[in-house]
């Protein structure tokens, strides 16, 4: 079994076209937080996006960041708190109740299995936050959809097909979310 672990996005697409003209399907991972849900994979080949990692742009005045894919949750998270900003949807942190550790998730496997957290009802899925994302699709070509603004009107909202695609329609290299304020004070209640 081979593991490509690609730093860049470039490499990543030097990845995907050799296994497209191969012929081989890939297993893609940030870090295997959620390899656990769903039926598992039987591929030779996997395609390890945990070095494809950095904030890219993160402007707290107009509430957009955007980030590699590998990019860490908790790192993401702690940057916004610094700011005093959060996402609307709460991701969660599914690594304990999978049976792994806590913390590996990543920003594009939020996007890729839109798993969000109990804000969900209120405040939308990861989907709905998304603005625009860069990345390759099984055919090995390059792609970027939305933008960096939260209006984003024209044309087909690619983005938003990513969102619970798994990885099974294209690659995520970089992904730009919409972030909010975070709330003055919170209040839990135990029934």
């Known amino acids: 079994m081979t593991t490509f672990t690609p ?33 598992p994979l039987q591929t030779e080949h996997t395609l390890d996006l945990s ?7 993160y402007e707290p005045a107009e509430l957009v960041l955007s980030a590699k894919a590998g990019t860490p ?19 969660m942190d599914y690594g304990p109740l999978l049976g792994g550790e806590p913390g590996r ?10 798993l969000s957290g109990p804000r969900r009802l209120k405040a939308g899925a990861a989907r709905d936050h998304i603005l625009g994302v860069a990345a390759v699709s099984g055919r090995g ?8 603004v939260v209006k984003n009107v024209t044309g087909y909202d690619l983005s938003k097909l990513m969102a619970n695609s798994w990885g099974t ?8 979310f919409e972030v909010l304020p975070a709330a003055e004070t919170e209040v839990t209640l135990a029934i």
């Open 105 to 114: 998730g990543t920003i594009g496997g939020v996007l890729a299995s839109n």
């Open 169 to 176: 329609l294209a690659v995520l290299t970089d992904v730009t």
């Open 51 to 57: 070095k494809l990692t950095g904030v890219t742009l």
């Open 7 to 39: 730093s860049t996005p470039a490499e990543t697409l030097s990845t995907v076209q050799w296994a497209a003209a191969e012929e081989t399907p890939l297993e893609l991972l940030g870090h295997g937080s959620k390899r656990g849900i769903g039926r």
């Open 141 to 148: 070509e390059a792609f970027k959809s939305g933008g960096r």
């Open 73 to 91: 949750l908790a790192e993401i998270e702690q940057l916004l708190a610094e700011n005093d900003q959060q996402f609307a949807f709460e991701p």
